[in-house]
């Protein structure tokens, strides 16, 4: 089992491009979600889908973009990248009603110069 | 903003001792507060959830204590190990909303040998 796969690991971006960070799971989750980690931050929400075709804003949604076609990816869109977006990205994927089944990927290192 | 409200940021132990990590929540309506550890460049990884139903649980030498009139948790290590040496957060949603957890700004462990 894969579990929750992202891709990239790490990326250098340069402000005003625009990229997308890739997640996809293999459990057959319902739910994903994005975060941001920032120091003493802790991790903040940024995207979340219940299912395919549903997404919904978290806490942090400005400047991302997100779509679900499928049960297994979840893409999260950096329209414009900017300096205040570097920070470090997990997708997680999750069941309803399953006390331990929330499952985080390893995570992609994002810079914006 | 509904926030979770964790610490100490930062705590030392000696091998052999208690660690605990203390987390208070403003949201009535959470009903289910996990904990997860993060070790340098990796994902978090959940360690131990708990509803309200009950008031403390434990999995080894690990027990989360809650105290719903208070609207506090903790996590308690017990016989800390080195190989404990992570950061902790604690974390809470509502059961059926576990793709939207509130994070606390976490905790780093060391335990010294």
């Known amino acids: 089992n894969a579990g929750v796969t992202q891709t990239p690991k790490f990326q250098v971006l340069k402000t005003g491009q625009s990229m997308t960070l890739q997640c996809a799971q293999d459990?057959?989750?319902?739910?994903m979600s994005w975060y941001r980690q920032d120091p003493g931050m802790g991790l903040r929400l940024i995207h979340y889908?219940?299912?395919?075709?549903?997404?919904d804003q978290g806490e942090v949604p400005n400047g991302y973009n997100v779509s679900r076609s499928t049960t297994e990816d979840f893409p999260l869109r950096l329209l414009s990248a900017a300096p205040s977006q570097t920070s470090v990205y997990f997708c997680?994927?999750?069941?309803?009603?399953?006390?331990?089944?929330?499952?985080f990927g390893s995570g992609t290192r994002l810079t914006v110069v | 903003q509904q926030q979770v409200k964790q610490s100490p940021q930062s705590l030392i132990v000696q091998k052999g001792g208690i660690s605990i990590i203390n987390c208070a929540y403003e949201?009535?309506?959470?009903?289910?507060f996990p904990w997860y550890q993060q070790f340098p460049g990796k994902g978090p990884a959940l360690l131990i959830a708990?509803?309200?139903?009950?008031s403390e649980k434990k999995e080894g030498r690990f027990t989360i204590s809650f105290n719903k009139s208070a609207k506090q948790f903790s996590l308690h290590i017990m016989d800390s190990q080195p190989g404990d040496s992570a950061t902790y957060f604690c974390?809470?949603?509502?059961?059926?909303?576990?793709?939207?957890?509130?994070f606390g700004k976490g905790t780093l462990l060391t335990v010294n040998p």
């Open positions: 997680a994927s999750s069941s309803p009603g399953t006390l331990y089944g929330y499952t």
């Open positions: 459990m057959n989750h319902e739910y």
């Open positions: 889908s219940v299912g395919a075709g549903i997404t």
């Open positions: 949201n009535t309506a959470f009903d289910y």
């Open positions: 708990i509803r309200p139903d009950v």
């Open positions: 974390a809470a949603s509502k059961w059926g909303s576990n793709y939207k957890l509130t």
